[in-house]
């Protein structure tokens, strides 16, 4: 394990994986190197071309947190990530990939950036989230009902259905779910006015000027692959890949191709 430390004194923690030009991994929610077996998979891929960072956002893992949060303390953690780097190539999923445009907006030396699936709700196919939804989530995690916090985000944040939670409650990954609920208001304070089934926010993003590959998977929900749409029409140097077979869980060994072909464009390979 390696650590920064952010500007507000915040340490982060983070591994770094193998040779050549740098890649920096942005989680979504729940995601951390000790829980996400996804995500280091992905890294363990890329690490065969480039110099992966794979880290804990604030609050998760081995990383700190700060007492009062906002989503630029998350943009200085990975501001933290890439100085020692210079500059990298950047891949977000879910609502990491919202906080790296964020991130590159706010002038970060990111020179390419890869989302997948940020979770916009720009139309009428979902259900917007209800009013006040970032507040109840703090409200719940303050009276330490970490479960219910899940459960409400993934109800009115992921918008999976009733069904669906129940039987995850009594899933093996639930508790790893409930160690890490106190970050998802950070979550949905990175999302806050992107999931309300509106366009999306104007002039944003309208800074981004560099390459975005936006991807999606062709199995997951109308609204999430909208939403994806509604990016890549929305940046300045899109690129746009639909995964055939894939969800929001998207699996590396489909992800890392389409990874290594962009990334791959800067750097020769």
Do not use: C
């Given at each position: ?5 952010s ?35 992905l ?64 002038g ?39 479960g219910?916090?899940v ?88 690129r746009r ?29």
């Amino acid at each position: 394990m390696n650590t920064v430390t952010s500007t507000d004194g915040t340490t982060i923690a983070f591994d770094e994986l193998g040779h050549g030009p740098p890649v920096v991994l942005v989680g979504g929610a729940f995601q951390h190197r000790a829980f996400d077996e996804r995500t280091s998979r992905l890294a363990d891929l890329l690490a065969t071309r480039f110099t992966v960072v794979h880290y804990d956002r604030r609050g998760r893992g081995e990383s700190g947190d700060g007492p009062h949060y906002a989503v630029e303390r998350e943009v200085e953690d990975l501001g933290a990530i890439i100085g020692r780097l210079g500059s990298a190539q950047v891949f977000g999923h879910s609502s990491g990939a919202t906080l790296a445009l964020d991130a590159v907006a706010a002038g970060l030396p990111i020179t390419q950036l890869a989302v997948y699936e940020p979770p916009f709700a720009v139309d009428d196919s979902r259900p917007p989230q209800p009013p006040g939804y970032v507040q109840h989530l703090r409200d719940l995690i303050a009276a330490d009902r970490r479960g219910d916090a899940v459960q409400y985000f993934l109800a009115f944040g992921v918008n999976l259905p009733t069904e669906v939670i129940e039987q995850m409650r009594t899933a093996p990954m639930w508790p790893g779910f409930e160690a890490v609920a106190h970050t998802l208001p950070y979550d949905a304070a990175v999302v806050d006015g992107t999931v309300n089934g509106q366009p999306l926010p104007e002039g944003r993003w309208s800074s981004v000027k560099i390459p975005v590959l936006v991807l999606d998977g062709d199995a997951s929900p109308t609204w999430m692959r909208n939403g994806a749409e509604a990016l890549g029409q929305l940046l300045a140097d899109p690129r746009r890949i639909t995964l055939p077979g894939q969800d929001h869980s998207v699996a590396p060994d489909a992800l890392a191709p389409a990874l290594f072909d962009f990334f791959g464009e800067r750097d020769g390979y």
